[in-house]
């Protein structure tokens, strides 16, 4: 990766993390780009430049945040999911668990089924694209299911469910 492009990450990292902290105390249609980019430290050309609303930041975050815990933990399939990563995606949404619950708090969980949704459907066929969608609507529904239940499943009891389906 190049130097331009980690300053790009970078920059677009700072950005959506002062989306999260600002969400801390205001619901995200209160939030303005101007309060973003200046708690960021960026101008505003940089959030345009980037994204294309507050939610696709979020959903940047979450992709990031996956890519980084795949990578330390060494998962070989990390752009889909089998019943060879469910605990691994589960392990990792526990890990994450307070920014999970703020999304929540915040009714914005669309930012996180929209990672989701990314993230398995790169570059595919139009059938490839109905079967991941099918699969990333109901990881979604399963994922929800647990947060809104206060994650009382441990991430094994969730791969035991799951492979019980």
Known sequence: MGAKSKTNLFLKECLADALIKLLETKPLDKITIPEIA???????????RNFGSKEEMLSFKFLLLWDRWAESHELSNKNSFSFDN???????????????????????????????????????STAERYRIGFYSYGLFGLTEEWIMGGFRQTPEEMERIIKGF
């Open 38 to 48: 200046g708690l960021a430290g960026v101008g505003r050309t940089t959030y345009f």
């Open 86 to 124: 469910v605990r691994s995606f589960f392990e990792f949404n526990m890990s994450i668990r307070p920014l999970l619950e703020l999304i929540y708090r915040r009714g914005i969980q669309s930012a996180l089924f929209m990672s989701f949704h990314s993230y398995m459907t790169p570059d595919l």
